[in-house]
């Protein structure tokens, strides 16, 4: 069974800097991306950053490129997301996800993000 469990979140003025940490396991293949969403109180769930197990390509959203940066620790199987220069507008939980193919998403349960102006 796959898992995925988050932790690292909090509250932080803005300007500064968090790093979540998603801890995955269950998995018995690395064809998946592994990455994060968040979501804001009363807006959509949008996507933030991924990487592919497979060969580490990553992908950002315009709105956290150059201020996020997401890696993946393959011994501890783990993906961490690196947040600096946070602004007010990056408060939302945040979700780790997972995609593989052939399978239903895969999601964490959440952790708050709140930055503070």
């Known amino acids: 069974e796959v898992q995925l469990v988050e932790s690292g979140g909090g509250l932080v003025q803005a300007g500064g800097s968090l790093t979540l940490s998603c801890a995955a396991s269950g998995f018995t293949r690395d064809d998946y991306a592994i990455g994060w969403f968040r979501q804001a109180p009363g807006m959509e769930r949008e996507g933030v950053s991924c990487i592919l197990k497979s060969d580490g390509d990553t992908y950002y959203a315009d709105s956290v490129k150059g201020r996020f940066t997401i890696a993946s620790d393959n011994a501890k199987n783990t993906v961490s997301l690196q947040m600096n220069s946070l602004k007010p507008e990056d408060t939302a939980v945040y979700y780790c996800?997972?995609?593989?193919?052939?399978?239903?998403?895969?999601w964490g349960q959440g952790t708050q993000v709140t930055v503070s102006s």
């Open positions: 996800n997972a995609v593989q193919p052939g399978t239903p998403d895969y």
